[in-house]
């Protein structure tokens, strides 16, 4: 893969946007994030890996990936694993590329449970609370990296 390429790896449940709480997440789907990030990401001459799994084990195995084809950055939005998941934590440590944690929702604004992030403490960022703004955001900051 060019060295242009970055990951954007979304966690469970995200293939529900645009039905699921939408007063929480919004009534953007998750195509509708994928597609906007895309057209900017073409605009910039990034090559993107757009990716969604319900399993664990498939985003640990996508940010080996990642790493082992030499990816610019990752862009994590690792849904509810964010709060549970020790190996999404480990998997992220391991690697040198740079990965963003991103988040649609503010989750200090929510429930105490989801206060805590085990992806946050090896990302090299977070940017929570801005929708699907966020991927952008997360884009111009892995370019910027």
Do not use: C
């Not at 529900?16 to 997440?25: F, H, I, K, N, S």
């Not at 992030?117 to 910027?144: E, N, P, W």
């Amino acid at each position: 893969m060019a060295d242009g390429t970055i990951f954007v790896l979304n966690g469970p449940n995200l293939n529900l946007l645009g039905t699921r709480e939408p007063a929480v997440y919004g009534t953007a789907t998750l195509a509708d994030i994928a597609d906007a990030l895309g057209r900017d990401a073409d605009a910039r001459g990034v090559i993107l890996q757009f990716r969604q799994s319900n399993h664990e084990g498939d985003l640990i195995d996508w940010l080996h990936e990642a790493a082992a084809s030499g990816a610019r950055a990752v862009i994590l939005n690792p849904g509810g694993y964010t709060h549970t998941s020790v190996a999404l934590h480990d998997a992220v440590k391991a690697i040198a590329v740079p990965v963003i944690e991103v988040h649609l929702s503010n989750p200090h604004a929510r429930e105490d449970f989801r206060r805590r992030s085990y992806v946050a403490s090896a990302a090299r960022g977070t940017i929570a609370g801005f929708g699907g703004l966020g991927y952008q955001l997360a884009l111009d900051a892995a370019l910027r990296l």
